[in-house]
């Protein structure tokens, strides 16, 4: 590495930045700012067309990142909602897609809650307890209407827009408030939500026309496998794992999971670092770590000699303890073949607001570590 240091100027970035392009396309919690994978890249200053790897790809952001900057990007996620956002972030729509996804909106109009319709409304437990009859009509209307188009890209596109508005629709709380609520919502609010959304989306691809994006590639697998692969394929890895007992991601997906016909399931017991594995059945910090380093090996077989790992973490609290992930990273990174070559620490809670105020928690720091292959 240079003498330089890398530094990022969080306070500076504001919050149309963290929005821009296509990055707030689709709700996604926990998710790191394009500005950190972003200036990471610049950092790094890759060959051009690089490529660039994102093991736990999330939403995204990575890809979307290293795609603007013409490099070729692979994002790998067990979760398929991740996965669906990701393709559809970082996926310009033809003028004949566009016309496709046209069509479904103006069928929109159609719908009127006196008018049989048909809808394709899937069977799950306690339907009636997350959906009122109305959003259940209307959700299964826009999911027949997407099911009529074809073209994988434009389905993607659509079933991103569905997804993004079913758990406002729902009466989920909110999206990191696994509770319901009765929302009362009108006749005509999952309709008018839809089009919305599909109708910004459409504006925030269109801002993507200026780059000349490199290829986007999406997995939809465990992260601890990545055969699909070529061993010293991989420049550059960039990635925020999963906060070790923080988060469940398959759980607060499930409402769209059910909508999309996805295993809940199967996410459930690939995820990485979730509370209900930590907190819920008792798995203890090597659990955590024995996973996070069997990602680790494989992104070092990925990696081309001298390749670089750079990665997003955050200090977790585990039976009331504090863990320093730097700590944890740093001694699973030198295991696995890899020495450090930066850390680049800050006050985790100024960032998120998944957080209270108590002693521990207030000591909590999030680290951007920078690793290289030897």
């Known amino acids: 590495m240079s003498e330089q240091h890398y530094r990022i ?5 504001t919050t149309r930045e963290k929005q821009a392009l296509t990055h707030n396309i689709h709700p996604y919690p926990a998710k790191y700012i394009p500005q950190i994978p972003g200036s990471l890249l610049d950092y790094l200053d890759l060959p ?41 972030k970082c996926t310009p729509l033809s003028p004949e897609q566009r016309a496709l996804v046209a069509t479904v909106l103006d069928r929109l109009s159609l719908y009127a809650p006196e008018r049989e319709l048909p809808t394709v409304i899937p069977d799950f ?56 609520k009765d929302k009362h919502l009108p006749d005509g609010f999952a309709i008018a939500e839809f089009g919305k959304r599909a109708r910004d989306m459409l504006a925030r691809l269109r801002q993507l026309e200026p780059y000349q994006l490199g ?14 692969m070529e061993d010293d394929s991989v420049q550059c890895a960039i990635t925020s794992p999963p906060y070790m ?16 016909g996805y295993n809940h399931y199967e996410v459930q017991e690939t995820e ?31 990696l081309a000699p001298a390749g670089r790992l750079c990665v997003v973490i955050g200090d977790s609290i585990y039976r009331g303890e504090l863990i320093h992930m730097d700590r944890v990273y740093r001694a699973i990174a030198q295991r696995t073949g890899f020495s450090i070559q930066e850390v680049f620490s800050f006050d985790q809670r100024k960032y998120t607001r998944a957080f209270t105020p108590n002693l521990k928690t207030a000591e909590k720091k999030s680290h951007i570590m920078i690793f290289q292959k030897v």
């Open 125 to 180: 437990l306690n339907r009636s307890h997350w959906f009122q009859a109305n959003m259940q009509r209307e959700l299964g209307y826009i999911k027949g209407l997407i099911q009529t188009v074809s073209d994988p890209q434009a389905a993607d596109f659509l079933n991103t827009a569905f997804s993004a508005i079913i758990v406002k629709a729902s009466n989920q709380e909110s999206d990191t408030r696994w509770r319901a």
């Open 48 to 88: 051009s067309r690089s490529t660039v790897l994102d093991p736990f790809c999330g939403s995204g952001t990575t890809l979307l990142e290293a795609a603007i900057r013409g490099h070729s990007a692979v994002g790998v996620d067990s979760n398929p909602i991740a996965a669906l956002i990701s393709r559809a």
């Open 9 to 13: 100027d969080l306070d500076a970035v």
């Open 245 to 260: 007992n923080s988060y469940d991601y398959y759980l607060y997906h499930k409402l769209r999971m059910y909508w999309l």
């Open 215 to 228: 290829s986007v590639t999406v997995k939809t697998q465990d992260s601890r496998c990545l055969d699909f």
């Open 272 to 302: 990485i670092g979730s509370r209900n594995k930590h907190c819920d059945h008792g798995g203890g910090t090597q659990l955590y770590v024995d996973s996070i380093s069997q990602v680790a090996q494989q992104v070092h077989q990925k």
